[in-house]
């Protein structure tokens, strides 16, 4: 056999293995998981049932039975991108309000914000279903340069990328009445990408998010429910592991 027909042989089985990886990743992104699917419970959580259906266009997913505070009104429909609104905080004061999705632009938008406020404030509320993680990190990291505590309300929710905004704060205090919840994240590869090609972005931004943890003096090791979690589901976490990876400095009701 000549060197010639041999390179033909190898380049033809790198073709074929590299149609068998992009049939397979098409299957397990985009095809329909009849056998394997599972029904997850809904509503609020306990320790030891703390998965539940991950949606993020739901403006009241049903973690919690908490109405949001008096004073507080929030839209019906999740809006498109995320509105910053000055809103009362019994024992705060006043706090701003992150409520929506994070976007691509969020960040440039809430420095804008924080910007054009006369004094920087003194807590950050959050009611978000998550999304862009490196937009959360860059927002994040503006709120710790401000200052600001952070705080999830009662009747709030803070899943997916959010609980890197909540990190932030120097101070954090979730109410019992609230929900924090991650799952795994897509950071920047392209959903049409085969998965042997996007591991070394995806190592890369799972890396990024650790020493961001770490910055922001959270415990690491709170990556371990994101990373166990499928995206169309949502770990919440419970008190006892919101205290033990610092994500929470405070419990309130």
Same mark, same amino acid.
Request: charged share 20%; with cysteine.
């Given at each position: 056999?000549?060197?010639?027909?041999?390179?033909?042989?190898?380049?033809?089985?790198?073709?074929?293995?590299?149609?068998?990886?992009?049939?397979?990743?098409?299957?397990?992104?985009?095809?329909?998981?009849?056998? &394997?699917?599972?029904? !997850?419970?809904? $509503? %609020? *959580?306990? /320790? #030891? =049932?703390?998965? +539940?259906?991950?949606?993020?266009?739901?403006?009241?997913?049903?973690?919690?039975?908490?109405?949001?505070?008096?004073?507080?009104?929030?839209?019906?429909?999740?809006?498109?991108?995320?509105?910053?609104?000055?809103?009362?905080?019994?024992?705060? &004061?006043?706090?701003? !309000?992150?409520? $929506? %999705? *994070?976007? /691509? #632009? =969020?960040?440039? +938008?809430?420095?804008?914000?924080?910007?054009?406020?006369?004094?920087?404030?003194?807590?950050?509320?959050?009611?978000?279903?998550?999304?862009?993680?490196?937009?959360?990190?860059?927002?994040?990291?503006?709120?710790?340069?401000?200052?600001?505590?952070?705080?999830?309300?009662?009747?709030?929710?803070?899943?997916?990328?959010?609980?890197?905004?909540?990190?932030?704060?120097?101070?954090?205090?979730?109410?019992?009445?609230?929900?924090?919840?991650?799952?795994?994240?897509?950071?920047?590869?392209?959903?049409?990408?085969?998965?042997?090609?996007?591991?070394?972005?995806?190592?890369?931004?799972?890396?990024?998010?650790?020493?961001?943890?770490?910055?922001?003096?959270?415990?690491?090791?709170?990556?371990?429910?994101?990373?166990?979690?499928?995206?169309?589901?949502?770990?919440?976490?419970?008190?006892?592991?919101?205290?033990?990876?610092?994500?929470?400095?405070?419990?309130?009701?």
């Amino acid at each position: 056999m000549t060197i010639g027909r041999s390179l033909k042989f190898v380049l033809l089985g790198q073709a074929v293995l590299a149609v068998l990886l992009v049939v397979a990743d098409i299957d397990a992104r985009w095809l329909p998981r009849f056998a &394997g699917e599972r029904t !997850l419970p809904t $509503g %609020p *959580v306990s /320790p #030891g =049932d703390q998965v +539940r259906p991950y949606d993020p266009a739901r403006t009241a997913p049903g973690f919690t039975d908490r109405p949001a505070p008096p004073g507080i009104d929030l839209p019906a429909d999740m809006p498109a991108r995320m509105q910053f609104e000055t809103v009362p905080v019994a024992g705060i &004061g006043d706090a701003l !309000l992150l409520n $929506g %999705p *994070v976007t /691509p #632009g =969020d960040a440039d +938008r809430l420095a804008a914000h924080l910007a054009s406020l006369a004094a920087p404030p003194e807590a950050i509320a959050l009611n978000s279903p998550g999304g862009v993680v490196a937009e959360a990190l860059a927002m994040g990291r503006q709120i710790r340069q401000a200052g600001a505590d952070t705080v999830m309300l009662p009747g709030m929710f803070c899943l997916s990328s959010c609980p890197y905004i909540l990190a932030a704060g120097d101070a954090r205090r979730v109410s019992r009445g609230a929900a924090v919840g991650m799952h795994q994240h897509y950071y920047d590869a392209p959903g049409f990408m085969p998965v042997f090609l996007a591991v070394e972005g995806i190592q890369h931004g799972q890396g990024l998010t650790m020493e961001y943890l770490i910055e922001m003096g959270v415990d690491p090791a709170l990556m371990r429910h994101s990373l166990n979690t499928p995206p169309e589901e949502i770990y919440l976490l419970v008190e006892e592991e919101l205290r033990e990876t610092r994500l929470a400095t405070e419990m309130t009701d």
